[in-house]
């Protein structure tokens, strides 16, 4: 008896002078089509994604790896396209020559992949994250030799610098050993003093295909990256763990978002690095989102949080893993759930996968989308060459 009216107390109390949560306002977008990049007929373009830089006039930069149709992982060079007029034309795709697949003296072929451009403001340059493929006689793929891959391209010049590896600790918090480490379509946040909080995933052990996600934060001086700590772990057991965590801040708090092989997870936290519990994404009315086995990641934009998917029930059962369409919802930042009725389609189904998508944001009002079509050598359009495709959105007043 005593211990229900304690109970009691402690909760009137907690509600007398906890912060009142956020009343969730509906934001209006409007979504702009911009001229999409055809691949070949060997080619496709896939984990294709833009940097905005500022200059004048300011250019759009899109990095895209050159991907055979024939079995999965079969990345090889890496290109990149210029648009100077708003994505209303642009360049023809051309190679990064310090970004090449390339065969090592131990007769391992190396190639950067999973890419993520974005503009670095403190320093002015366009830094690229993501990860390593590495194929044994530039075949059979290892992932133990994964590392985090980064460049630096000298806005300036329009020129790339050599690829470079990100050095983390041999082990995580807990002990285990930190291998097949990489930052694979991650999305980041870059601190006003420069400093860059990066997701990235990694084994705690070499005979087992589980990942943990983390945020480390890493100087960078416009040439180097460099860990300097990183916060909390965060897996699970089932399937292939957690991975390719996607970070944002909004109105003073971030948030992750993670993959799962049966469902996508999100969380939040104050400082970027360490974060509350899990949980699963699902719908303000509380059914399961139903985005798996792909990425999701985030917009931000007016005065909304946004998230960005793909999912199971939209009449596409013949896609993959349900990877189109391409859909955009908001989230309320207090529930952590996406808003049903916000939920709009981004992309339209047309018979390819579009779970790797990217998003460059512009300015606080504007954002674009990039996505490459993954046609995988099926369906109808199997014969037909892929394209990369922009989405330009902002604030529908």
Same mark, same amino acid.
């Given at each position: 008896? /005593? ?7 402690? /909760? ?33 373009? !896939? ?24 079995? @999965?992982?079969?990345? $090889?060079?890496?290109?990149? +396209? ?6 209303? @034309? !642009? ?6 020559? +310090? ?20 503009? $670095? ?75 860059? =909080? ?13 990942? @943990? ?60 690095? $360490? ?10 009315? %509380? ?30 059962? $013949? ?26 389609? =981004? ?5 390819? @996968? ?12 504007? +954002? ?7 046609? =995988?050598?099926? %369906? ?18």
């Amino acid at each position: 008896m /005593v211990r229900n009216i304690v109970m009691i107390i402690l /909760v009137c109390l907690w509600q007398a002078f906890a912060p009142a949560a956020e009343k969730f306002q509906p934001a209006a977008l409007k979504f702009e089509s911009r001229t999409s990049i055809d691949g070949s007929k060997e080619w496709d373009w !896939w984990q294709a994604r833009t940097a905005f830089v500022p200059l004048d006039p300011p250019l759009l930069i899109t990095t895209m790896s050159e991907t055979g149709r024939a079995g @999965t992982h079969n990345f $090889h060079d890496i290109y990149q +396209s210029i648009s100077r007029d708003d994505g209303k @034309t !642009w360049s023809e795709p051309n190679p990064i020559s +310090s970004l090449k697949r390339t065969r090592q003296t131990d007769g391992y072929e190396v190639a950067p992949g999973d890419l993520w451009p974005t503009f $670095h403001a403190k320093t002015g340059k366009v830094l690229v994250t993501g990860k390593t493929f590495n194929f044994e006689d530039g075949k059979r793929e290892n992932r133990l030799r994964e590392k985090v891959s980064y460049a630096v391209m000298q806005t300036a010049l329009g020129e790339w610098g050599p690829m470079r590896f990100l050095a983390l600790p041999e082990k995580d918090h807990a002990g285990n050993p930190i291998v097949v480490v990489n930052a694979g379509c991650t999305q980041r946040v870059d601190l006003p003093n420069g400093d860059i =909080l990066l997701p990235v995933r990694y084994w705690r052990d070499a005979k087992k295909h589980n990942y @943990t996600s983390t945020v480390a934060r890493c100087s960078f001086d416009g040439e180097l990256l460099t860990y300097q700590e990183h916060g909390t772990e965060l897996t699970i057991a089932k399937g292939r763990g957690l991975y390719e965590p996607s970070l944002t801040e909004f109105k003073g708090t971030y948030y992750l978002t993670l993959r799962g092989d049966d469902s996508g997870f999100v969380t939040r936290g104050k400082d970027g690095l $360490h974060f509350e519990p899990i949980r699963e994404w699902c719908f303000d009315d %509380g059914t399961p989102l139903g985005s798996y086995n792909t990425q999701q990641h985030w917009v931000t934009i007016g005065d909304g949080l946004f998230l960005v998917y793909t999912r199971k029930g939209a009449e596409n059962d $013949h896609i993959m893993r349900h990877r189109a369409p391409l859909f955009i919802g908001q989230v309320n930042p207090s529930t952590l759930q996406v808003v049903r009725s916000t939920e709009r389609v =981004l992309i339209p189904e047309n018979h390819a @996968t579009l779970g790797n998508s990217g998003v460059c944001r512009v300015s606080d009002n504007e +954002s674009w989308i990039t996505c490459g079509e993954g046609l =995988l050598g099926l %369906g109808k359009r199997k014969a037909e060459t892929n394209k990369v495709l922009f989405v330009k959105i902002t604030i529908d007043r």
